[in-house]
């Protein structure tokens, strides 16, 4: 059984020199892939909804992780910010959801300043923290959580408004994107701060979507004005009770990655995709400045064996490990649709690296 040891990822966050052994990351694991792991029925136990089911449901959540050797169990934010403006369609992968969501970007759940008047916001003070508190309390010595915010500042503010609303609003409601971004970014913050004073709690993480594959969703001026001053209150709130501070975003963020690290003072940075920018590049070009997260391109996984997967991995090793600020893990998120051998076979790689 693995020993899991918290101190070994911190010392990778925060870029304190090269570990015992590679740790392992992610922002989180799919219920289906967990379910195939563990042979728990986690998503039956959701379903029941009641204590016992949950209890259940998070236990066997800690011995995923513990099993599969991470250090830290990723614990979930109890709050969120309200939207209906949600499509879905029924999921394709080997290991499906009941249904896969999407944004409806034509579509906002505040549209204008009316709506957003009539919006309810969340309140950060009454969020029910039992089941990160649950976590805290079951997990092994030595292992911890990374607490997963309700999304980021720039998502949220997004996610509320439809994409292609919040890019006219921009232009036309300035002030409005203001209120939204401050209403939003206030709530983030506020629930970090509840967070990192729970115990067991070993860093924080904002997940932040803000690129595409050629380029950031917005402008770098409007991330300044809008989007950054949050994140960056996100990131002192860490700092402040000694926590490191992750950020999860996908797409080419090259235009924003200076205004990330040396103003909103990220410690590490998680999502990385070959055809963007390959891991072992991000390492040579950042890492002396953040950590340095995942980068196994999921497209890779799913599409390649086992041993291409274990060669490509122990690849990636071999140029980001060296100095420590590395942890393996995969491009974004050990998604349903990820064969679960291949995944397997990954960690495996990290762990055959770590013991020659």
């Keep these: 059984m693995n020993q899991p040891n918290f101190e070994r990822l911190r010392k990778v966050l925060l870029r304190k020199g090269e570990p015992d052994k590679v740790p392992f990351y992610e922002l989180f694991a799919d219920i ?54 949600i499509l879905s369609a029924a999921d394709t992968a080997n290991l499906p959801h009941a249904a ?59 996610w509320l408004t439809g994409y292609e609303i919040f890019s006219y609003m921009l ?55 809008y989007i950054f001053p949050w994140q960056k209150k996100a990131a002192e709130v860490a700092h402040k009770y000694n926590l490191p501070f992750i950020i999860h975003s996908c797409g080419n963020l090259e235009e924003i990655m200076d205004d990330l690290i040396d103003y909103v003072k990220i410690d590490a940075k998680h999502s990385w995709e070959d055809v963007i920018l ?34 490509y991995t122990r690849n990636i090793l071999e140029k980001c490990a060296p100095g420590g600020g590395y942890a393996l893990g995969t491009g974004n998120t050990v998604a349903n649709y990820i064969p679960v051998k291949n995944y397997l076979a990954m960690l495996e790689a990290g762990r055959d690296f770590s013991n020659q």
């Design 278 to 311: 390959p891991v072992t590049e991000a390492k040579k070009k950042y890492g002396k400045r953040i950590a340095i997260l995942g980068g196994v391109d999921v497209d890779f996984l799913c599409r390649h064996t086992e041993d291409e997967v274990k060669k």
């Design 100 to 158: 896969r969501g999407w944004q409806d970007e034509h579509h906002g759940e505040i549209e204008d300043r009316k709506s957003y008047d009539k919006y309810l916001w969340p309140d950060a003070s009454k969020a029910d923290f039992r089941w990160v508190e649950f976590l805290a309390k079951n997990v092994p010595d030595g292992m911890k959580l990374l607490f997963n915010g309700p999304g980021g500042v720039l998502e949220n503010v997004m």
């Design 32 to 85: 289906e892939i967990m379910e195939a792991v563990t042979g728990e029925p986690m998503t039956k136990y959701t379903l029941e909804n009641t204590a016992e089911g949950w209890e259940k449901y998070y236990k066997a959540m800690i011995k995923f992780y513990v099993d599969l050797g991470y250090d830290y169990v990723p614990a979930p934010c109890p709050l969120g910010f309200q939207r209906s403006n």
């Design 171 to 225: 232009f036309e409601q300035p002030d409005l994107v203001r209120d939204i971004s401050d209403k939003v970014g206030a709530t983030i913050c506020a629930v970090f701060e509840r967070a990192a004073k729970l115990p067991n709690v070993g860093g924080l993480v904002i997940g932040d979507d803000m690129g595409f594959k050629t380029s950031i969703m917005v402008s770098p001026k409007a991330m300044r004005e």
